[in-house]
């Protein structure tokens, strides 16, 4: 079972990327098509546009 960890935003906000800490704490996503996963080599990708 997974422990709450209680740490204050300020230390989250050392400890995290900008990005992390937005997503995590403020659950936020990523702009659409900005991912890892958008960044695929052209043989590798199914969606043609």
């Known amino acids: 079972m997974a422990r ?3 740490k204050p935003d300020a ?3 050392r ?3 900008d990005l992390q800490y ?3 704490r ?3 996503t990523e702009r659409a098509f900005t991912g890892e996963c958008c ?5 590798a990708q ?3 546009r």
């Open 4 to 6: 709450e960890v209680d």
């Open 11 to 13: 230390e989250w906000r």
């Open 15 to 17: 400890q995290l990327s």
């Open 22 to 24: 937005r997503v995590t």
């Open 26 to 28: 403020e659950k936020g």
């Open 39 to 43: 960044r695929l080599p052209d043989s």
């Open 46 to 48: 199914i969606w043609r």
